[in-house]
Antibody
Framework: EEQLVESGGGLVKPGGSLRLSCAAS????????MIWVRQAPGKGLEWVGR??????????DYAAPVKGRFTISRDDSKNTLYVQMNSLKTEDTAVYYC??????????????WGQGTTVTVSS | QSVLTQPPSASGTPGQRVTISCSGS????????VNWYQQLPGTAPKLLIY???RRPSGVPDRFSGSKSGTSASLAISGLQSEDEADYYC?????????????FGTGTEVTVL
């Protein structure tokens, strides 16, 4: 069974940093576009960013609110995805979902979701 | 700020048909396929419909999707109590800020 397990969430002060990890099992994330999605308390889903496969140059794309502050990376040898979050703001408070698009196209959607890890930015 | 607009809520009695709309633009729905996600209370979202109207294995055929131009819709026929959830449409978007994946504003479905 395909599974994604996030870790690293917690409480951080505004301006601080946090790194989230996501371990994949049941499939190789080397063959997937890996995507972070977040959901603020009581709000809808928000795409954070994506990292393409190694053969695609591990190209990254980010949503405007996090561009320049968040960095997504992957270690295919460890089957693990990361997001380094710097200069955190209170509006970054959310549940962060690690997700995978194993079809690596724009047509088929995000087919694997983690259970989420909570990030709270507060003084 | 989402660029895909959905009604905030929808409801129906068991057995009824409920339809949820999703309005976008030429840079997203007009250019890419639409996906739908179901988020049951307290859980992570799940892919419900992909490529406008296709169901992943295990999704009941009560759920169907369609698209026309820059709008899409999700229909739930034979509504059941376990369908109470939040539903989100989504599509890739070629915005001025660069490519990205946009979600709809979300629709809360209540079974009366």
């Amino acid at each position: 069974e395909e599974q994604l397990v996030e870790s690293g969430g917690g409480l951080v002060k505004p301006g601080g940093s946090l790194r989230l990890s996501c371990a994949a099992s049941g499939f190789s994330l080397s063959n997937a576009w890996m995507i972070w999605v977040r959901q603020a308390p009581g709000k809808g889903l928000e795409w954070v960013g994506r990292i393409k496969m190694k053969i695609e140059g591990e190209t990254t794309d980010y949503a405007a609110p996090v561009k320049g502050r968040f960095t997504i990376s992957r270690d295919d040898s460890k089957n693990t995805l990361y997001v380094q979050m710097n200069s955190l703001k209170t509006e970054d408070t959310a549940v962060y979902y690690c997700t995978a698009d194993r079809t690596v196209t724009t047509d088929y959607g995000i087919d694997v979701w983690g259970q989420g890890t909570t990030v709270t930015v507060s003084s | 700020q989402s660029v895909l607009t959905q009604p905030p809520s929808a409801s129906g009695t068991p057995g009824q048909r409920v339809t949820i709309s999703c309005s976008g633009s030429s840079s997203n729905i007009g250019s890419y396929t639409v996906n739908w996600y179901q988020q049951l209370p307290g859980t992570a979202p799940k892919l419900l419909i992909y490529s406008d109207n296709r169901r992943p294995s295990g999704v009941p055929d009560r759920f169907s999707g369609s698209k026309s131009g820059t709008s899409a819709s999700l229909a739930i026929s034979g509504l059941q109590s376990e369908d109470e959830a939040d539903y989100y449409c989504a599509a890739w978007d070629d915005s001025l800020n660069g490519p990205g994946y946009v979600f709809g504003t979300g629709t809360e479905v209540t079974v009366l």
